[in-house]
Every structure is written in C-alpha cells, then in structure tokens.
C-alpha cells in the first residue's frame, strides 16, 4: 500500500529509514519515527477497530496516550504478546507484527456490524448488573464470551523471554512532562545543585511545541527545545527520561515512572538491556507539567472513521508529515483549535470550513484564517456525520448561543475528515492520586489540580495555562519557589524567555451539541468510544435514577476501558450536569486511581520472578536434603524438608511410615535449624522469663533446660519451646520456626517499653547455629561414636539437660529434650560446620540405618505422643487450660505474667469451653479430615451443633491406627464418649474421645539404656 | 508508600522497614489482676482508631529494632510528628 | 588465660547440682571453633559468590568468608561500658549510623545500644578479651555462624545498590565510612560505605542463598 496521505516534507522522521509492519495480517511501510497510527494514517487505512457494543468500525482519533480506538495486540511469537498497546504510542520496528484487538474475528469483516444492532439491544446501560449478575453462577460462562467479543486483548500463554527491572531513585525535583513547562523548569533548576528527573511519556522532549508555529527568544520554539535539552544533556545531575509515563503519584512524594526502553527497537529486547523498568522515585519536590488533553465535541455519529480532535490532526502533520485526509470540517468552541485549520490549509490541502459553535468569535486567529479565504460559520454545529467506514460529509445547523438546542435549515457539507475541539483537559490524574480532589475552573470549562499538602507545584496547561507566556512564567516561578523554599544558591539565572502573548477569545460552555431530535432517538452520540457509552446511554441512567456520578459511571461502564475515560470522561460529567441540571463542579469527577496508564505484569514483578520472588531460607544443610531425595515444605520462608524419597517416586504416605518406624525402632535425624533461637543475657533475664512464660523459671539451674508457652494479654497461647539455661545470667530460647521473628519482637517490645528497668539483652542467634535433632533409642549410642567430652550416661545427662562437648570434632552445645518421646539429642554447632557435622552422623549412623527425617514424620512423631504444636492445635483462641496444661502455669509468681489476667476472664473459666483431646475413629485405618467439625447427632436438624473441630489427623505406621486431636466442648469430662465427624461427601465418621498420648503413656521410651 | 524519621536512627526511611505494632501509649495496668474484667477488658481491646489525628506505635524492624511513636493523620496519611517511646 | 569460668564447667566433673562449690559464671562463653582438620562452609558456599566471587560491566561481589561476628550490646550513656569496649577492641565506638575501622575489626553501629564488631581475629578470643573488660549490663553474642560479609566494588557498584534498595546512597546522603540495615532485594542487609566504590554487605545465613541468586541475576545482566 502506498503512504498517500504523507507529506512531501515534514515530520519528525527518518525518511532515509523505511520500515515495513504488519497490522491485522497486511503489509504496511513507515519511517523510522513514525508510531503504528501515524503510519497507517499515512497509508489511509480508516478502520481499526470495531467497537464494543456496537460492533462500529472506528478509526484513529488522537494522537497520543488519550486514544480510544486503536488499541493493539502485539507480538509475532506466543511469548511476545502484549495486549493493550496504543497504536499511538507504539513505534515501529522493522517486523513489527499487531492486529487489532477488538472486532473478533476481524474488524475489517462486517460480522460484528450485523450483530452489533442484537448487541446493542442485548447490552443496555448497565447490562451487567441487569444480564449478568443474576444468576451470579453464569457469569463465568457470559465472561468467556463477552471478553471475547469485547477484545480486550489476551495474555501470552508462554514466559516472557525478556527482562525488566527496577530502579530506585532518591532525588530532589521530579519534572512529570517534558513540554515547554517542564522543560524551562527543569532548565532553571539546573543551576541550582539539585538532583532532577525529567520524565516524558513521549518518545520526544518538546510537548506541544514541537507542533508550534510560535517563537521562543525570536526563535523558531523547536531550536529553543534543542538548546535546552543540549544544556540538560550536560548536567550529570539531570536525569532525562523518554518514553516514560509517571503513572503513580503516591503518599510522601513517592512517584512510579514506567520507562519503555526498548519497546520501540524490536520484538525482543537487544541483548543486556531490560525491556521496561519501573523506577520508584522519592523526591522532595514534584512539578507537574503533565499538559491537557484535547476534547472532542460530541455529536451524531462522532465516531465514523475520519472524526479526529483537532490537535491530533496538527500533531500528524508537525511530528510525522502525515496529512489524515483530503477535506476537513473543523468544529470548534474555542480559539486554540484554528491553528488546525491553518496547518491543513499549509499542506495544500482543503478546509472547508471552520463550524464555529461561538456567535460571534472575533479573535485574532479567527481573523487569520477568514484572511486566508478558509469559510467561518459562526454560531453553528455539526449535529451529525455521514459515512460509515469513513467521513463522507457533514449536516450543520445553528445552535443557541446557550448551547442548549440546535435550529433553522439544516446544511450538508461535503468532507473525509471532521476536526472538532471541545476545549482542554488538564491532565490531573496525577494530582488526586493521593485524595486531593480537582477544582472546577469556569473561565476555561476545565478542572485543574486542587490544593495539596505534599510538595507538589503545577505548571503550564495542567494548571489551565494555556498561553505559551503564562505557561512558561507558571514554571519558571515554580522552580524559583522551589530554590527559595529549599535555600538553594544559584549559580546563573537560567531560563528566562521572550515569547509574544497570544490571547485567545473566551472558550463557549459546550460539550454535547444536540440533535434536532430528542436524545433517544437522535443518531447515536458517543461519549466514550472504548466502551460505546453515548448520551442517550448517560440519559438513561440519570432517568433511572443514578445521580451521583461515581454511579453513572458504574452504571454505563464510562471510563472503565484500558483507556480510563481520558477522552471522554469530562464531557459525560457535562452531560450528568446537564441531565441533572447541575453545575459540573457539583457533579464531580470520578476519582483517579494509579496507574495512569496500563503497567505491564513484566514490570511490575522486574526481577522478582521464579525463585527471586520471595526469599527462600536455607540452612546450613539445605544442599545434602536437596541430594537426598527430600521434598520441601514452607514454613514461612524456610524451605524444611518435609519427608526424603529413599528412592524416586517413593509414594509420601510409604516414605513417613519407613520414617516414623525407624525413628521409633532405631534412630532418625532431623535438621532442626530453622527453630527461632534467642540469646538473653543479663541480671534480669530469669525475672523477664517469667513475666514472658507461664510457668516459673526463678529456680532452673545452669545445665538445664525448661518447656515453656507464651501467651498473648488475652490468655491466649501463641508460641511455645524449650528455653536453656547457659550460665547464671544468660540463657537460650528456642521458639517455633514461624514465630521467631515474631516472638524476639514481642519480648523487646514489652521490654522497650513496659519493662525498660529490667537488664536484660535480646539477640537473635536462629541463623548462627544449625541444629541437628537425633531421635530413637539408638540415638544415644550413635551419639558416643562421634561425642567427647559429654558423659551421655542416662543418670548424668538427663532428660531436659544440656551440656557442652565436641561432636564430630566440633564444639557443641547438645540439649537432651525430645519432640518424639523417643531419646533424643538436639546437637548445635556453629552454623559453618552444620554440614560437617551432618555428615559425620550419617557415616557414623549407617550401622544403625540412620534415617533422614523430616517436618511430616516430626508431626505424626508427636502426636503420637500428644505434643501440640502452637499454630497448628491452637489458633490464638485457646488457653493453656483448654490444651489440658495446668501443669504448665505458675500461680505462685509474685509478678502477673502475660496471660495470667487474660486466662482468668469469667470467659476462660466458664464450663462448656472446646478442650483438646484425642479422637479416635471407630475404624482404626479412617483418617478424619483436618478441620472436619464434631457433633453428638449428626440427624439432627440443621444446623448442627457443632462440637469443635480437628486440628491434627494422621497415619500412625507404629500403632498402625489413624490418629487424631481435636477439640471437644467440655472435652475432658467426655473421656470415652462417640462423637460424628459429618463429611462433605455425606459419610459420617464415627469416633471416639480418648487421651491424646497415644504411644507410650508412661514416658519410658525416652529414658531407654 | 510512606517515608517516615526513625526518631532514633535520625533519618527518614522507606514505609518497607517499618510496621505498625499497635496504638500509642497504651500502658498495661499495673496490677493486673485487681482489675475487673471491664477494666481489663479496656486495656486488651477497646482502641481509639480515630479518623484524623492519631498516635500509634511502631517498630524500625529492618533498621534499629526499636519501638516508637508516630503521630499521624489517618484520613491525609501526612505524618506531623515521630517521637522515642 | 582467662580467669572467667566458662560453660565447659558443665561436663560430666562437674554436675550442675554441685555447682555451689565454684563461683557460678555469668555468662556462657564458648568456644565454638575447632582448630581440627574439619569442613566449613560458609553461607554462600553453594552460589555463584563462592571462591573467586562474579563480577561483570564494573560490578564485583565477592565473600568474606569466615570473619568473626560479635554482636555487643550495651548502654552508651554508661562510661564504664564505653571505656572498656574502646580499652579492649582498641577502636572507638562509632556513632550513630557510623562505623570505627581498625587493623584487624570493624565497628558497625547498629541502633542506639546495639554494634556489629567483624574482626579476622578469633571470635573466642575477642568475646572474651571484651568480657574481661566489661562489667555491669551488657551483651555480647557470637553471630559468626549466622552471618556473613560481602564486598561489593566496582563503578557501577552503586547501580546494584538502586536496584536492590530504596534508600539513598548518593555521596551527599551516604558518605564514606556511613553504614545502615535497610531493605535488600526483598531480604536485608546491612551496608556500609568503605570508600567510593566499595560496600560492604552483611547478609544473614539463611538469606545469603537468595540473596546471592539476586545479585547473580543482577550482575549477570548488568
Ligand atoms: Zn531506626
């Protein structure tokens, strides 16, 4: 296809520099410079996309971020798709490969222009609450189709192939925008020995006067923007960024700027470079130069294929030498959009004329342009357009000067392309991020940012300055606010400028022009081109009663596509005010959420992906469970085995029963580390003990070591472990692996600031030693093979004892306690030789088929013994007492410990509480469900009663029965009582009461030879 | 994202080394166990969460590790003021 | 050598129940290095950082491996306490987010009664060369086992650091000899500024698997 629409000479573009693409599986050509929409435009193509709802072929309507239609798929490969990329900002590659991404299957077939009337009647103003909320369950079987049809673009199937990253950033002044504002701003700043961004979302620094024909210093503006980024370029404190979009402005100053580094060179990124980076910037000060976005006037079939804003349309002439189309009706209420006019006209092209919605507009530029022979009709509208795969003319009629109604003879105009400017946006998104809400400008029918706690100035149109004069003063007095504030010196006046004030005649109140017929029946008039949402739409939901705005929106789905309403959002809120018969401040806005701009998932994540996404701990031995066949469990961000595949493919429940039964017939090993370790030291350690704990630690002796449970104020037990005692004032606590962080905070936290007077030091040692667990009664005798030092006979070094010796030749600290109800030793050493030591065990250990255990064995091994394991059998409702652990509480303590006051509320104390117990199925090989709840009848009437629920259920290899805890209302005086545990599936479990200890009641297993 | 002086480290940091532990300048009685259920009961649950100005603990937890208090607003989310416990 | 009674006390000689006959001692000190022919490994012994380290595009990290970590804890408006770490370490005790360099150790300050001493020297010898000093309320832990130390060079050093982390180690903010524990990756670390291009990191053990993988995949394709 030939580019017939290009200029001769002209644009932004490297001409010695073609470039072919693929759009909806057609060849296109292009220069270097040139986005997906300037090049299609160059080559004539008028259709993108069929709308939403309607199924209406649409074309390009803006040139930049606020496009609503030419929404693309990109990607040649699975695994370079991306949805959702404007055609306006994507720039072309050679190779590049995009398809629209609504009108599924095609939006060139008319399919969807016959089912789009169906559509249309299908899907009203709120469909979604109507159709498809009701019934709930079949939304899942609408979505598929709905999606579909809607085109919202789809995710790759596979990985990304590329990188992206993330960057933070500490600075003085962010610059959002790169427009005359910015970039004076950024210019005066310069010289103030402060660290700037300058961040642009456009692939170019120079904003609006890239496409101006005004002077800046008596200079063409484009030579004063080389200059002054020439200047930036030098500074080493001047960070200048292109192609990236400030998306978020958050609490304190933190702002997140997405860069598209290499989204412009190719399908993948070169080799090195990340393909986006996200950069988090905190900076003292922001400027927001963030510009206005042009608004199309609404009006009867505004969406044919050839409607553009008018900006736009000088925006493909100045910076791609793209002409849109051969005749051109301009619609303006305002001043600004002449410039159009005059540019179309300078490429030889024809206007046939300028619709001015104004009276009598007598401005300067009204004037140029009746001076170059363009026809003005004054005080008049187009209230429709023919055509539909494209612009073939327009119907004009007078309009009220009040706007409100349109009359007199209507004209046809013959024309390809309709301009029409309905005045600026100010884009404020930005600025209400963290809450702060937009003001109502009447002057200038525009919101503009209100006011603000943080650092934060605006300057230039976002602020409604429009006149390049003010808006460049606006930024220069920002960045002088800014040193004055900040004291900073100044080394050269930077910045100043001469520019020739250009006053405009007042912009006319008007969004909406209005049809001859009434509202319902006139041609559809769209609002929201992304959406199909249209006045008669807006209408509807008023009349049926949706009066605030943030309803309407809901209602019409308004401002709900990837495009966020930019272009359509503020001529809606007019028309509920109109509707409402409201002003447009007291209507509102809809509030502005970050992101302003889709993010890609890629860049979020940055290289937090696979294994770096969250931190895994290991310990010491982390690589020997990896080479022997272990399978890992998470325990909160450790990695613990969770049982070892003796060979591969060993089924789980197979590899626990080997386990279990080695450990209870000869001895097992477990890597114990992860459990929280805190040294405490100090004359008041004992005394901080037992205000921690619940039971009393005044009297434990060096050498030994004591089970204790932490309860929170309420009573409540949240962690528990053994704690040692090392030397008179110093002892060692081990808590559960979840909660170490957890529970070292807990104790400064009472000791910072309830206990400050008592000394007392905590430290975390967790990650300093690696603690190897061996367990069964041969534990003992595979211990003396490795063990100086330690007299491990039964009467010296009892149970609940510690000691110091050498394992393996390496110092140790082995602790005589048991989680198993077997002998067990905990050996601790000093982390770098865990592995040694690790090792040396297992050579030594082979006589006695040492087994490798893991969390799973460990769970099943204690509950055979009716250990409870804090997290798992309570869940921070449950109290010492209701786990059966009197024996645990000290009444004697002088000091109230934490707890005590809690457990003695009327509550904890009242009969009928849930107490846990053993359960024990009727048929000994049914396991019940972990959380499966208790009731005395299960046939009687719903709801159940329930009784309390299971907490801990497993398979017992060495009882060879099923096991179980749970809890029971009043469970201790039910000892021998049938309980039924009702499953989902409708079976009933039947079961029985019992003690919890289900091995070894008396305790004689760990006291072996 | 928050950015908020560490009254002890003397520096503003960012809101990820932080967390909040609980309101301000509560204070555990001092003998617990004369209280009534009421009483106690208002010292282990009854909080202020006042809209707008409000004092709150909070702990430098990858920093210094230490506790202290933040008076902040909680509609603007502007910090007016951090302090030692 | 050293008067103090350690915990080696709690042998099988001397049982606990007859401790009434010695002086009981305050704190345990152990011993908890061997001089035997044994393996050690230290925390990043399975990454890429092991041995020579990686280092690409003016980025280098390499470990140093084995130091002896002490934790000290103590009350810096007690002089006592002051005089007698500065008398047996022989170095200052830094101020707040700084650090005291000396031949062998370096002093980090930590929080506001808190300070990291990394030395080559034992770790034994130095926990009880200090205790032998000090008296009143203090704390001294051995974290050798726990931790480990990075070194991180280069000119583009800093760039791994703004990835890595929100805070603001430009010179003006972060000058030489500054250290701070702050956010690292999603772990944490902490980070002290040895001189214009070289950092030092201190990572926690059961970290220093991921954090190694990070700065793998940092420096690889920086
Ligand atoms: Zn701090």
Redesign the pocket.
Known sequence: MTEINRLDSGGNIDRTQKITFTFNGKSYTGYQGDTVASALLASGVNIVARSFKYRRPRGIMAAGVEEPNAVLQLGKYEATQVPNILATQQEIYEGLTCRSVTGWPSCDVDFGGLIGRFMGKMLPPGFYYKTFMKPAFLWHTYEKYIRKAAGLGRSPKESDADRYDHVHHNIDVLIVGAGPAGLIAATRLSAANVRIMLAEETTEMGGSLLSSQQDINGKDAKVWVKAALKDLQANPDVRLLTRATVNGFHDHNFVTVNERVTDHLAEKAPTGQARQILHKVRCKWIILASGAHERPLVFGNNDVPGCMTASAISTYIHRYGVIPGSRLVLMTNNDNAYHTAIDWYQCGRTVIAVVDTRPNPEGKIVQKVREMGINVFAGKAVIDVRGRNRVTGVVIADIEPSGQAVMGMLTTLDCDTVASSGGWSPVVHLSCHTGCRPKWREDIQAFVPGSHRENILFAGSVNGHYDLANCLQEAVNCADQIILNESLTVQEVLGDFKVESALEEPIMPLFSIPHTKPVMQSPKQFVDFQNDVTVSAIDLAVREGFHSIEHVKRYTVMGFGTDQGKLGNINGMAIVANALDKSIPEVGTTTFRPNYTPVAFGTIVGRYRNQLFDPERYTAMHRWHCDNGALFEDVGQWKRPWYFQAYPGEKMQDALNRECLAVRQSVGIMDASTLGKIDIQGKDAREFLGRVYTNAWAKLAVGKCRYGVMCNEDGMVFDDGVTACLAEQHFLMTTTTGGAAKVLEWLELFHQTEWPELDVYFNSVTDHWATIAINGPNARKLLSELCEGIDLDKDKFKLMDWRQGIVAGVPARVFRISFTGELSFEINVQANYGMHVWKALQVAGKKYKLTPYGTETMHVLRAEKGFIIAGQDTDGSVTPLDLGMDWCLSNKKSFSYIGKRGMARSDCLRKGRKQLVGIQTKSKEVMIPEGSQAVDNPYQPLPLEALGHITSSYFSANLNQSIAMGFIKDGFNRMGDTVYYPQPDGTIITAEICSPVFYDPNGDKQHVE | MFYIR?P??EEHRDEQEFHRVAEANLVRPSDPDGCSDQEWGEYLYFRKNTRGEYNELWV?SV??R?FFNIQRNTETYEILNTSPV | MIQMVTSNMLNDTQHPDEKNTIKPALYALMDQCTSGDVAMESPVVHTAIANDGIQNNGIKVVEEAFLSHLVIRGNVNDQDFISAIETAASMRLPEKLQTSQGAHATIYWVSPDEWLIATNKDAFETEANLREKLSGHYALVNVSGGQTRLLLSGSNSHRLLHAASPYDFHLSNFPVGKVITTVFARAQALIHRKSIDEWELIIRRSFSDYLALWIEDFIISC
């Open positions: 560490c002890y480290c430098h920093g210094c230490k």
